[in-house]
Structures are given as structure tokens and as C-alpha cells.
């Protein structure tokens, strides 16, 4: 067992605690933000994608804030191959980033819109339910959506492995005895896929 594991048992037995912690009502509440926030990011990430590529000012501030990430990460590398850098950037780096970052920020701006507007609903409709079954319920959910995590955690670290098949983070998901439970046949991966995610 090694980081990767403690990483992933953590994020799983934390959601179970918070899900006790919630109950059920809440939780249902939050998992409808969390679906309608994933559909509206899949429906909608492609636009800033789009306007990032094809807006020239813009895509050079990334690929100038990449380069200078890269040089820092890995300095000593690129003093022995001053190549290393171009080669990076010609396996289609800054497009793959672009992505990952348009995900992001469109998902955070849909989830807090929606935290707002679930929020009121959820204020307005409470229902009265047994605290035992509501408990039940919220563990039930908190393990769920610790597994969802994963799965994205897992599908945003894909890109890295295949960047970078020697790097820590590839070997650490090697090594990971519950890894593969996650890497192989990852839906949310799948799911952005159909836009060329990865």
C-alpha cells in the first residue's frame, strides 16, 4: 500500500464521515448540485475551450505560464536536453492543460450557481424523516461520492501518465494495489471523452 492508497482511502472514509455528518436529505440535495453541475460542465466546457484556442492573446498566456512551469518543475532536466521543453509542448501539452482548466473553472461557476439555487430549495422543503434512516442514508451516499472523486482525481491524473510515463505520479498509480479499480475503466474519463478530453 502506498500514497496513492492512503490518498484514496482518505477521500472515501472522509465522505462517509460527512455524509453521517449530513444525513440523507441534505446529501440528496448536494448530489443533485453535483450532477446537474457535471451535465452542465460537459454541455458547456467545450465554449471556453474553444474560445481559448481561438483566441491568439489568450492561448499564449497559457502556454507562457506552462513554459514557466515546466522550466521550474523540471529545471535540471531541460539543462541536460534543451529539447525537453519543445518536445512537451509538441505532444499537444497545452491543448490537454486547456482542457483540464476549462473543465475547472466552468464546473466551479455551475456549482456555485447552483449551491445558491439548491440552497433556497432546500431551506424551503425539509422533510421530516427518521434521524436513524437519514443517517443510513447519508452513509450510503458519503461512500458513493467518495468513489465519484476518485474516479475524476483518476481521470484528470490520465493525461499526466501519458505525458509523463516515467514520473512519480505514473509510478505511484503502478504500485497502487487499488488503483486499478479506478484507472482502467474510469466513466468519467469515458464520459468526457466524446469531446476529446484526453
Known sequence: ????????LF????????????????????????????????????????YIINNPHVYDIFKNILGI?????FFSKIEKDPTFLTDIISKGVINIVINVVSILIVYMIVRFL????????SGIFKVPVLRQLDKIGGFLFGIIKGMVIVYIIFALLSPITYIFPDGKISKGIDESILSEYFIHQNFIRDFFDSNDFI
Open 1 to 8: 500500500m502506498n500514497w496513492l492508497d492512503l490518498l484514496i
Open 11 to 50: 477521500i472515501i472514509i472522509y465522505n462517509i464521515f460527512k455524509g453521517l455528518s449530513l444525513g440523507f436529505i441534505k446529501s440528496v440535495f448536494y448530489l443533485i448540485q453535483f450532477i446537474l453541475a457535471i451535465l452542465l460542465t460537459k454541455r458547456y466546457y467545450p465554449v471556453l475551450y474553444g
Open 69 to 73: 512551469i515546466i522550466k521550474i518543475l
Open 114 to 121: 447552483l449551491g445558491l439555487v439548491l440552497n433556497i430549495v
